[in-house]
């Protein structure tokens, strides 16, 4: 798993958040960890890409909710986007759309804050 | 590992694995092939792996009183044509398995279960797959049976 983090220009107190890879049981834990440790002080809008994700499982899902928890503490936002098909119909299974919103670009999830 | 039977049309793999949580991947990644052997759709695969992943954690977490080495268990891989089928069994503690948890087969949208998803393996299975059973025996060991797709001999799926 890799985790970045780009500035977005004009958009004080927001981050994207590049995730690629693989999110599980080795990984969750420090991708939680990551994911938490980023919103603080001023930030607290992030958008998660998670184009090059390959696989999640629920240890990597419950680090969103947790990141998104965190913000919401902070009244910041956790969007999604670039999520590929598979990982979004679980998503949707699970009913983690209904909490945290999935956007179908950066740009779209962007342009929402 | 030991794969047997395998035909264009039926793949059977067997996997003894030690109880420890990088065998989770070991598992996963043999699933994958399956599921490609057996035709499924990346949609499928994915729950599949999650499927297989969230039963093997259960198995390290909680079988034996944690990871540990010395103990092991089972995972066998059955893929046809559009459906794969997978068992997991271990000889551990075992659990009730009348209790509701283990019973629930929704997903609840709220925070916190969502939050500690990774606790509630089972019932993210049965929200994955087409079917789910489970045998338990406290202090015998437990089996959970799944499956997704269709049976290719009477197109039905098979529950």
Redesign the interface.
Known sequence: MELSVRQVTGAPGTVVVDVAGEV???S?EQFREQLVSLIAGDTKHLVVNLADLT?I???G??AL??G??RVRALDGTLKLCNV????A??VK????D??IEVHDTEEQALGTL | MNVAGTTSARMRCELILPCVPGSCRKARLLAAEVCKDAGLTPTGEYRVLLAVDELCQNVVQHAYGGPNPNESFRVILTGGPGRVEVTVSDNGCGFDSDDALCREETMHEDLESLMHLEHRGLSLVASLMDSRAIESVIGGGTTVRVHLGRDAADGQAVT
Do not use: F, T
């Not at chain 1, 590929?84 to 990982?87: G, H, K, L, P, Q």
């Open positions: 599980d049981s080795s969750a696989y499982n629920s240890s899902l419950g909710v947790a998104y928890r590929r098909s598979s990982i119909e679980v299974l699970i009913r983690l209904k909490i």
